[in-house]
């Protein structure tokens, strides 16, 4: 299941919405490139003054006069086009800085389980490529497009003036012009889809086999890994033929228009002179008008080209937009920290229910661990009870309020999930630890270091809290890495934690000490501690036996096993390895 396109509607409304929030700076572009052209159209005006003067017989003077003016105007034209320009790339920056912050908030605010549905290829591809793309238009392509088209509509308004008989002959490549584009445009789109969507699944496939290339190798699954990347890449291949094509085409037919209004211009002029219906400097000005507006028209088409690609990557970026939330903060305030399950259902796919109608209430402060054997679904009921995913069925509340009625700063405030697996983001370490509180102040940052027992090396770090970490920047161990993690959770401070150890990396030198750093964390918390090995389970307050999806079993360590039932089956096998 791929993340949603937004259809060409939605696209246009949603571009327009963005263009008209800029309407003002959009004015002034085009204004700006008005003046600009008004200076360039002067030039075949004059030229064609020129012609006719001498053509009639005139002094030297007069022709020197005509000289310098034309020196002038070339230089306040320059001038013009540089603050035209200069306002168009501004803009353009700023349009695709607003683009690029709305989608980054979107993604962030994506529900996870529609991410894991679609596959972070996907994703990724409208990350990165699709934005690429955008950005390439949107700094070069809308400034130059508002531009080409003031000077094109100025430069035939001004061939008009100069002499409407001679200007109708510029009409003369419009046919093929409209024509070629039109059947391009039809093409285009849906071609320049399928070319996006083809390159979001070769990266996709190739970040996955560079990502996971041990698992690759461990289940040798080389060979057929290569298979599929050659497959996706000839089929990336095959669309961008497509599309190359469709180019090749247009940019033939677009010769061929640009060259036949010139011919025309001058042979249809040279009979309009014949005839006295026009001068010499008339047809000469018309003439270089008609020069004038080709490359612009070019350009203009260039654009109208990009812009497809452009729009195919727009509809996949707004298609993020698109998702629905899978919650909406209902406002309602937690009466108390009371953390409480009532027939929870799950399905990752519909219709097959990973959780079958859990019920189970947490008491506060207590310590439960959650056992049972793998694939029962326990590290689903902690998500559930972290507000990860809303239920499918039944509801999961704090307080009396459901969990995914909350909006998720407030919720972290509640409940936090915690696994082994911790990234170390980009940034400083006072920038890692403030995602967890954008507010907090070094003095909150350094106890809650001192808190996981990190204070000793993050002092012995050249620049302290503003040491540069992450991929590129100064590494951490994993020990540490955890250390920081569990230090934003202090930050954070929720009431309950659910600690998932399904993917246990502890080096075993780093364990013992860390291990007194996360009792720290835990210390006064109610905890939900999902066991995949038993020794948890035997100094918890409660334990809960998940099978199949359901608790099956739930009290303390000592009365499961004299109960005699799974958890005393599953107590003494463990015991026995
Ligand atoms: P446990 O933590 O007890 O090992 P899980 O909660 O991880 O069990 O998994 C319960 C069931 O849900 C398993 O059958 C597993 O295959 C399935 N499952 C877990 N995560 C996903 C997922 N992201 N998408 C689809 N199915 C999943």
Known sequence: MHLPIADTPTVRRLALDLLRRYRGRLARVVGLQALATVGALALPFLLGRL?????????????????????????????????????????????????????????????????????????????????????????????????????????????????????????????????????????????????????????????ESVEHARTIDALALGPRRRRHTDEVINHTWETEVVTLRLRVTLFFWLGVSFMLPVAATVLWGAWLVGLDLATVGAVTTVALYTMQVRPAVSELLFWVDEMQVAVASLARIFGVGLVEPDRAPSGERPADGRIEAEQVRYAYREGQDVLHGVDL???????????????????????????????????????????VDLPEEDLRSHVALVTQEHHVFVGTLADNLRLADAAADEERMCRALAAVDATDWVNGLDHGLETKVGSGGKELTPAQAQQLALARLVLLDPHTLVLDEATSLLDPRAARHLERSLSAVLEGRTVVAIAHRLHTAHDADRVAVVEDGRIVELGPHEELVAAEGEYAALWRSWQQD
């Open 51 to 207: 012609v006719d003067a001498v053509a009639t017989g005139t002094t030297a003077d007069v022709v020197n006069r005509l000289g310098w003016v034309l020196v002038a105007v070339v230089l306040v034209q320059a001038v013009m086009t540089r603050f035209a320009h200069r306002a168009a790339m501004v803009l353009g920056e700023e349009v695709f800085a607003e683009l690029r912050e709305t989608f980054l908030t979107t993604v962030t605010h994506l529900p996870l389980s529609t991410v894991e549905r679609a596959g972070t290829g996907d994703l990724l591809g409208r990350t990165t490529n699709d934005v690429d793309r955008i950005q390439w238009m949107v700094r070069f392509g809308v400034p130059q497009v508002l531009v080409m088209s003031a000077t094109i509509l100025l430069t035939v308004l001004a061939a008009v003036l100069a002499s409407p008989l001679v200007a109708i002959a510029m009409v003369a490549g419009v046919p093929i012009l409209v024509i070629v584009t039109r059947r391009y445009l039809r093409r285009a789109t849906p071609a320049y889809l399928r070319n996006s969507a083809a390159w979001a699944r070769m990266n996709g496939t190739l970040t």
């Open 361 to 403: 209430d947490l008491v506060p402060g207590e310590r439960l661990a959650v056992v049972g054997p793998s694939g029962a679904g326990k590290s689903t009921l902690g998500r559930m009870l972290a507000g990860i995913h809303p239920p499918t069925g039944g509801r999961v509340t704090v307080g009396d309020v459901p969990l």
